[in-house]
């Protein structure tokens, strides 16, 4: 079986692999007046498969989709078009960036963004007993998501290890007091869930 990553690349990947064997066969045709009216089927087909609904006698339109016409044929194809023929200075290639996605999202994304920022408030708070507190907050809170995401128990030292991993070693709870139980947080999001399917009944 030949797989598509084997063929060659396609320049215009909206119009298909059909439409780009198309275009390398008429640029193959030796007869002009055969390869013009090749290159007109080509674009009604271009024109029905990808704008079915759109007006098609809009002259920027039909400009477009020849230029694209000669783009795909990597301006090899000889015709006669309705419109002047482009040249490849004239077409601007443009070069996508690569989408850098967020911190929260690539690793212990299950935690969450709010978790993140709480650590970052936390680790600046000046009031060393409410700093404790929060710590603990913060910890409670992942054992929450953790649990969100995946429904068998979870000891605290995963979280502690999180915990400090995502502070960057300036949060370090191991060995210390126990955190909520899961069996505690899980009866209370079923009592949650419950409560809401009656609300939605009422």
Same mark, same amino acid.
């Not at 690349?9 to 390869?35: F, S, T, W």
């Not at 301006?75 to 040249?87: A, G, M, R, V």
């Given at each position: 079986?030949?797989?598509?990553?084997?063929?060659?690349?396609?320049?215009?990947?909206?119009?298909?692999?059909?439409? =780009?064997?198309?275009?390398?066969?008429?640029?193959?045709?030796?007869?002009?007046?055969?390869?013009?009216?090749?290159?007109?089927?080509?674009?009604?087909?271009? #024109?029905?498969? #990808? =704008?079915?609904?759109?007006?098609?006698?809009?002259? /920027?339109?039909?400009?477009?989709?020849?230029?694209?016409?000669?783009?795909?044929?990597?301006?090899?194809?000889?015709?006669?078009?309705?419109?002047?023929?482009?040249?490849?200075?004239?077409?601007?290639?443009?070069?996508?960036?690569?989408?850098?996605?967020?911190? /929260? &999202?690539?690793?212990?994304?299950?935690?969450?963004?709010?978790?993140?920022?709480?650590? =970052?408030?936390?680790?600046?708070?000046?009031?060393?007993?409410?700093?404790?507190?929060?710590?603990?907050?913060?910890?409670? #809170?992942?054992?929450?998501?953790?649990?969100?995401?995946?429904?068998?128990?979870?000891?605290?030292?995963?979280?502690?290890?999180?915990?400090?991993? &995502?502070?960057?070693?300036?949060?370090?709870?191991?060995? #210390?007091?126990?955190?909520?139980?899961?069996?505690?947080?899980?009866?209370?999001?079923?009592?949650?869930?419950?409560?809401?399917?009656?609300?939605?009944?009422?």
């Amino acid at each position: 079986m030949e797989y598509n990553t084997n063929r060659f690349k396609l320049v215009i990947p909206e119009y298909g692999r059909n439409i =780009h064997k198309m275009i390398d066969y008429a640029i193959q045709i030796k007869n002009r007046k055969e390869r013009n009216r090749c290159a007109w089927g080509i674009i009604k087909l271009m #024109t029905d498969s #990808t =704008h079915p609904r759109f007006n098609k006698s809009i002259p /920027y339109f039909q400009h477009k989709l020849w230029n694209q016409l000669f783009i795909m044929s990597n301006y090899q194809l000889d015709i006669d078009p309705p419109f002047p023929k482009p040249s490849p200075e004239k077409i601007k290639v443009f070069s996508y960036k690569r989408v850098v996605y967020p911190e /929260y &999202l690539t690793n212990f994304r299950y935690y969450g963004k709010i978790v993140r920022n709480m650590i =970052h408030v936390a680790i600046h708070c000046k009031n060393r007993q409410k700093k404790e507190g929060l710590f603990y907050a913060i910890a409670n #809170t992942m054992k929450k998501n953790y649990l969100r995401w995946n429904k068998n128990v979870v000891k605290d030292d995963i979280i502690f290890k999180d915990l400090k991993e &995502l502070s960057k070693g300036k949060i370090c709870l191991m060995n #210390t007091d126990p955190l909520l139980q899961c069996s505690h947080i899980l009866k209370s999001k079923r009592k949650k869930a419950l409560k809401r399917q009656k609300e939605k009944v009422i």
